[in-house]
């Protein structure tokens, strides 16, 4: 069976140093879940320009679904200038781009109504225009899909009354371990994970500690599993992130068990690390070595 992964948020080019390459969270996770095999689709805006129109030719090309990416007019499609600082990627993220005004229009709607699992993050949410799409979305998919949030934060563009909306309206939450001490004191919550577990819909907290593992934490335990080890030196941790959603996903949606869903995307993410860029090349030898 196939399984439709429907991601809400920015669609962009990161500009490195040298070349440009296409990102934005929720777009690599569409990426992602679709060379996983399951139908990945965006609900996202760019620029009637040809940055816009590049990205949507590169997401068709493998086989994304575009049909609900919409066309801005007025606003150009998204850039982001990063760098790296001792291997750690730095983003500059251009404000008042197409993404910041995304509309929760009926297509958006549509593909929101036939899937099995929405994911999103915080940063789309900066701008009221998108922050009142990805909420008219979600109220859509509640019942419909396991709805994912991942608590990107990427200052200035962090609200406490936003994250705590978006918890609350999730199912499934994924944080690293800085994030989680971040929200906690934003929040007010000290014990965090608990609060979500026990005061809100949230039924799983995921919280990531990079090379030393993952874990997720229900109202029944604490499951956790140990980092892959790989060699990155011809890759960086671009996306990465991005990829673990997907791969998680991608295993929850077919009800797998924590463990194996957390070992799975664990495996998923370290093959992505030791590639260049958001959005690389995983063929199917690599998918068939980490599905062993």
Same mark, same amino acid.
């Given at each position: 069976?196939?399984?439709?992964?429907?991601?809400?948020?920015?669609?962009?080019?990161?500009?490195?140093?040298?070349?440009?390459?296409?990102?934005?969270?929720?777009?690599?996770?569409?990426?992602?879940?679709?060379?996983?095999?399951?139908?990945?689709?965006?609900?996202?805006?760019?620029?009637?320009?040809?940055?816009?129109?590049?990205?949507?030719?590169?997401?068709?090309?493998?086989?994304?679904?575009?049909?609900?990416?919409?066309?801005?007019?007025?606003?150009?499609?998204?850039?982001?200038?990063?760098?790296?600082?001792?291997?750690?990627?730095?983003?500059?993220?251009?404000?008042?781009?197409?993404?910041?005004?995304?509309?929760?229009?009926?297509?958006?709607?549509? *593909? /929101? %109504? $036939?899937? &099995?699992?929405?994911?999103?993050?915080?940063?789309?949410? +900066?701008?009221? =225009?998108?922050?009142?799409?990805?909420?008219?979305?979600?109220?859509?998919?509640?019942?419909?899909?396991?709805?994912?949030?991942?608590?990107?934060?990427?200052?200035?563009?962090?609200?406490?009354?936003?994250?705590?909306?978006?918890?609350?309206?999730?199912?499934?939450?994924?944080?690293?371990?800085?994030?989680?001490?971040?929200?906690?004191?934003?929040?007010?919550?000290?014990?965090?994970?608990?609060?979500?577990?026990?005061?809100?819909?949230?039924?799983?907290?995921?919280?990531?500690?990079?090379?030393?593992?993952?874990?997720?934490?229900?109202?029944?335990?604490?499951?956790?599993?140990?980092?892959?080890?790989?060699?990155?030196?011809?890759?960086?941790?671009?996306?990465?992130?991005?990829?673990?959603?997907?791969?998680?996903?991608?295993? *929850? /949606? %077919? $009800?797998? &068990?924590?463990?194996?869903?957390?070992?799975?995307?664990? +495996?998923?993410? =370290?093959?992505?690390?030791?590639?260049?860029?958001?959005?690389?090349?995983?063929?199917?030898?690599?998918?068939?070595?980490?599905?062993?």
């Amino acid at each position: 069976m196939t399984y439709k992964t429907v991601a809400i948020g920015e669609v962009l080019w990161d500009l490195f140093p040298d070349e440009r390459r296409p990102g934005g969270a929720p777009s690599n996770v569409a990426y992602h879940a679709t060379l996983l095999g399951d139908r990945g689709a965006i609900v996202t805006r760019v620029g009637a320009d040809v940055d816009g129109e590049d990205l949507i030719t590169f997401l068709e090309k493998r086989s994304v679904d575009v049909s609900g990416v919409q066309r801005d007019k007025e606003h150009p499609t998204g850039t982001v200038q990063v760098s790296f600082v001792e291997g750690e990627p730095h983003y500059v993220i251009v404000e008042n781009v197409a993404w910041d005004f995304i509309e929760p229009t009926e297509a958006a709607m549509a *593909l /929101v %109504r $036939e899937a &099995d699992a929405i994911c999103y993050g915080t940063l789309v949410q +900066r701008s009221p =225009a998108s922050r009142h799409a990805v909420h008219e979305l979600l109220l859509e998919a509640r019942g419909r899909a396991l709805v994912v949030l991942d608590v990107n934060l990427r200052p200035p563009f962090v609200d406490a009354r936003v994250l705590e909306a978006s918890l609350k309206r999730s199912d499934m939450v994924k944080m690293s371990a800085a994030e989680v001490e971040t929200v906690s004191d934003l929040l007010g919550k000290p014990d965090l994970i608990a609060w979500l577990l026990e005061e809100t819909e949230v039924a799983q907290v995921c919280t990531t500690y990079g090379k030393d593992g993952a874990a997720i934490t229900t109202k029944d335990g604490r499951v956790a599993v140990p980092g892959v080890a790989v060699d990155t030196s011809d890759g960086d941790f671009v996306g990465v992130g991005d990829s673990f959603i997907a791969a998680m996903t991608h295993k *929850l /949606v %077919r $009800e797998s &068990d924590p463990e194996e869903a957390l070992r799975f995307a664990n +495996r998923y993410a =370290a093959l992505v690390a030791t590639r260049r860029g958001a959005m690389p090349k995983i063929s199917d030898v690599d998918l068939a070595r980490i599905s062993d």
